[in-house]
């Protein structure tokens, strides 16, 4: 199979070719900027609000609920750190997950360092939430609780409408980092009792740039970027009309066709898992079996270095990775693996491969077979496998 294979969406999607065409005139021709009066930057500003109607849709939301960001991590940090900024006279407790994104995890680090203290709950062994835990972990000045909808590396899907009743009968905000979630699975703000949440046009086949954050009306947080009246001054900064133009078209393209991508998307991953699990020894999938990301798939193989593995792949024309694209230059293990109770030796060995809607089965077949070749080609070399082999064999 000569053409690359790639099955790393988890870290960015292909932009849909409809999105593209729905961009391109606001490059060139609709190039006004929407915060003027004059009548020539009414096209752009009409694009701005159409696109924040759909996604406020999408999400159940009001349409003045959606602010328009420059991505996942941007939304991230303006919900804890303006939540901090905000609430902090009522109360310096945050709650979080051992299992957030790096945007989470080290705007806590941050957080912690100007006086807040932060509790990060911990996960069972397939990176679910322990809600006991949660319950346990509020406080009478706990002013926020962040848990994302969908772990980035393992895919678990969490209870969010649990987390947003816990957090509603507390009085408590409750934030979701949603960036591998939107307009993949079905996300209702109301019924989650979500206050605050993030997303990412990249992860949906939209434009990379451009992501959203959505506040509850009522909520009282501060702008993140200062500067300009935009989004209701809320967000400052010019905006990038062609990049919200794609993802409010991404996210009506995702939406529509979710109930027919996630049965397709179901269909390839599973496949995947049986093949992985059946046929090379010494596997084991990461996360929920079921309760997952419908294009979501995580492994760990013992007795293999996670690079190489990577690179062995790359050179089969397959692009995966060893968890998130965020850390792919860290030498140690995932975190989120290590949280589900993995030891280091395990985690280090750990492969995602997400799919989508133009993966098709002979590809998913062929990524198997190749991996099948490459972990025994490692494995051959390994002194730890050998020893392995030769104790069990007396």
Known sequence: MAKTIYLDNAATTMVNPKVVDAMMPFFTEYYGNPSSIYSFAGKAKEAVEDARAAIAGILGAKTEEIYFTGGGSESDNWALKATAEMYGSKGKHIITSTIEHHAILHTCDYLEKQGFEITYVGVDENGRIKLDELKEAIRPDTILISVMAANNEIGTIQPLKEIGAIAKEHGILFHTDAVQAFAHIPINVDEMNIDMLSASGHKINGPKGIGIMYIRKGVKIGSFIHGGAQERKRRAGTHNVPGI????????????????????????????????????PYSRLNGDRTNRLPNNTSFCFRFIEGESMLILLDQAGICGSSGSACTSGSLDPSHVLLAIGLPHEIAHGSLRLTLSEQTTMEEIDYTVD??????????SMSPLYEDFVKKNAN
């Open 370 to 379: 190749e991996l099948k070749k490459i972990i025994e080609r490692l494995r």
């Open 245 to 280: 133009v794609g993802m409010g078209v991404a996210a009506k393209i995702a939406t529509e066709e979710m109930q027919e991508r996630m049965a397709y998307e179901c269909k390839l991953r599973d496949h995947l898992i049986e093949r992985v699990l059946t046929e090379i």
